[in-house]
């Protein structure tokens, strides 16, 4: 179950007031918990720690976020809304 939460995985929440929100993944699993940031209401400065028992994976990976992830390099809340705008347009 753990292993669809990676760095720059798309998951959504199922539980809690944010139900149905899109987010990405900023940080790997640690205690069953994982950091996710949808660069709007939770920045990347200060991500949602979420229960990974409250998300569901949406199946989807934003490829050049995850990359910078992975490589520390600097990712901009603008990217991550646009690429959870575009991929929740696409899954509707």
Excluded: W
């Excluded at 901009?76 to 991929?87: A, I």
């Amino acid at each position: 179950m753990t292993t669809d939460f990676k760095q720059g995985s798309v998951v959504y929440s199922v539980k809690g007031r944010d139900k149905g929100v899109f987010y990405v993944c900023v940080s790997p699993v640690k205690d069953n918990y994982v950091f996710v940031s949808d660069g709007a209401t939770h920045k990347l400065n200060k991500p949602k720690r979420k229960n990974i028992k409250h998300i569901k994976s949406a199946g989807a990976s934003l490829d050049g976020i995850a990359a910078k992830l992975i490589e520390n390099k600097k990712v901009f809340d603008s990217e991550l809304k646009s690429g959870l705008r575009c991929f929740s347009q696409s899954h509707r």
